[in-house]
């Protein structure tokens, strides 16, 4: 049988949204009807199934786990760059820096800095991240540095662990830290994050829902990713990150996460800067 051409029913449409919303917190906008509709149609069209019906009772069943995974891949958002949003970079080569290294000298704490990249997408935030703890390393001797990049999206995860980029590097990291940190053949159009960087970068799926494992993070970027969830799940989320930030540990948020008038429990330093004090 022929895929259905047509966009999602309204029922079918409010029954994926409800499954997304459970399934990560993600609240779909009403206005995206058909983006979703386009998603989930080449997923429809992937398994060989007849109309957006029989692909919903495929990914509600036991046998559809597996879909399951790529359906979620499928309709996730994953937009992201090299260095997005300059000055959140500009603060984290600078402040932040004088700040660890004061906090290293003065206190017997381990001499390591450890920042998570939450919802790190293809892994341009955490790579951008490491290559500004190594541009300062001089500033850090002897210290160790610990960037975690997280995601729900296994499709983003596997190219972020990869570290395998296209030729939008060449125009989004600064020339002086293309030759450093990436092996790139003259004439091609793949750059390569080099061993060296990876090194300080582990990339793992974790669902912002969950509390984090992992705890006493120095530095947090949860950027371009709260505004796709509905309030209470933000609030569930902004509970898990604080609680894994270390005291005096920092919060960089995006601007239009809508979630200023819930961090209240942090002390605001910037429009994108809130602190654990």
Not at 68 to 91: C, G, M
Not at 124 to 137: D, G, Q, T, V
Not at 203 to 222: G, V, W
Not at 244 to 263: C, H, K, Q, R, T
């Amino acid at each position: 049988m022929a895929v259905d051409a047509s966009q999602l029913t309204p029922e079918e449409f409010e029954q994926f949204r409800t499954l997304i919303f459970q399934l990560s917190g993600i609240r779909v906008p009403d206005n995206k009807v058909m983006l979703l509709s386009n998603r989930i149609r080449r997923r429809v069209k992937a398994t060989g199934l007849a109309d957006f019906h029989a692909y919903l009772k495929l990914v509600r069943s036991p046998l559809g786990q597996a879909e399951l995974t790529e359906f979620f891949n499928a309709v996730t958002t994953n937009e992201t760059s090299f260095f997005r949003t300059e000055k959140h970079f500009d603060w984290l080569s600078t402040e932040f820096i004088d700040d660890m290294r004061g906090r290293l000298r003065n206190t017997d704490r381990s001499r390591s800095v450890r920042i998570w990249s939450a919802a790190c997408s293809s892994g341009e935030e955490p790579y951008s991240i490491a290559m500004c703890l190594a541009e300062n390393r001089s500033k850090l001797p002897d210290c160790q540095f610990e960037i975690h990049g997280t995601d729900i999206s296994e499709d983003s995860l596997a190219k972020a662990r990869a570290g395998v980029y296209g030729s939008q590097v060449a125009d989004e990291v600064p020339e002086k830290l293309q030759a450093r940190y990436f092996d790139h053949a003259a004439g091609s159009s793949e750059w390569k994050i080099k061993a060296s960087l990876k090194e300080c970068v582990t990339i793992a799926r974790h669902n912002l829902m969950e509390p984090n494992r992992q705890k006493d993070y120095d530095c947090i970027f949860i950027r371009n990713v709260l505004i796709y969830f509905s309030r209470e799940s933000k609030k569930v989320v902004i509970d898990n990150l604080v609680r894994s930030l270390a005291p005096n540990g920092y919060l960089v948020v995006g601007p239009s996460e809508g979630i200023f008038d819930m961090l209240g429990m942090l002390q605001k330093q910037s429009t994108f800067l809130y602190q654990k004090t």
